[in-house]
């Protein structure tokens, strides 16, 4: 994800440093494909194939390393390009901690959605290509989808949900902030990120199905009976809010201090 290069993010004051900002969408919204495509394909196709008695499905496990494989993919792919974000609440977040130019917050967003998009789009012509009523199936089943309540695979509720965002969403972004920090090891931080995300994952796939990305709630719910919208607010308010109180607390507690 965010790159310790100072290249690849413009600092706000050097908005002419780094690739063209065209190169930095495009690497965004390709890298945020690639997260949707590979993890909630997974989840949709893999995760309990043939069905849910059948050990040969990935499972829990298999839908968490998805996630973070993605994001170790997609980060040494284009992370040298746009930073590696793929995930709205992470733009906001590095901009809060001063690591990327508030100026180009929503263009990375857009980018971010339209890529998710495009994943879950490409999902589901795969899908209803499948057996008599896959894709049926898959959409009354939430296609991915995240959610509490009935919609939690572990019937958790709401302030479950919502503390379960925010706090994880927190602890990705502190781990980004921290292993994208000029102070910090070069050449790891992809692998750190794309672990701290699997744990996530494998933390949190019982409580709300894992989101700590809005471009992937929305590009899942695109697809999901009406329900999924319904309750798309928690995956876009929670994460956006655990974002920015990692990146103020950064910025208090462990940013380096100018002499």
Do not use: C
């Amino acid at each position: 994800m965010a790159s310790r290069n100072t290249k690849t993010i413009p600092r706000p004051t050097d908005p002419g440093a780094g690739p063209a900002l065209v190169s930095r969408l495009g690497a965004e919204a390709l890298g945020t494909f690639i997260l949707v495509f590979g993890g909630v394909g997974t989840a949709l196709f893999a995760a309990s194939f043939p069905d849910p008695a059948n050990a040969v499905g990935v499972g829990f496990l298999g839908v968490s390393l998805a996630f973070g494989l993605t994001v170790v993919a997609g980060a040494y792919a284009f992370g040298h390009v746009s930073g590696g974000h793929f995930n709205p609440a992470v733009t906001i977040g590095l901009a809060v901690a001063g690591r990327f130019p508030a100026k180009d917050i929503a263009a990375y967003i857009g980018a971010q959605l339209v890529g998710g998009a495009a994943g879950s789009s490409v999902l589901a012509v795969i899908a209803a290509g499948g057996s008599d009523g896959f894709f049926t199936a898959a959409r009354a089943a939430g296609f991915a989808s995240n959610g509490f309540g009935d919609h939690s695979p572990g019937g958790f509720g709401l302030g479950s949900a919502l503390m379960t965002e925010f706090v994880l969403t927190a602890v990705f972004v502190l781990v980004i902030l921290g292993v994208t920090d000029r102070r910090a090891q070069a050449g790891f931080a992809a692998l750190a990120i794309g672990f701290s995300l699997t744990l996530i994952h494998l933390i949190s796939i019982p409580v709300t199905n894992t989101s700590v990305n809005p471009a992937r709630s929305i590009a899942t719910a695109l697809y999901a009976d009406n329900w999924a919208l319904g309750q798309l607010w928690v995956f876009i308010v929670a994460p956006i809010a655990g974002a920015i109180a990692a990146a103020a607390l950064y910025r208090v507690v462990f940013a380096a201090k100018t002499p």
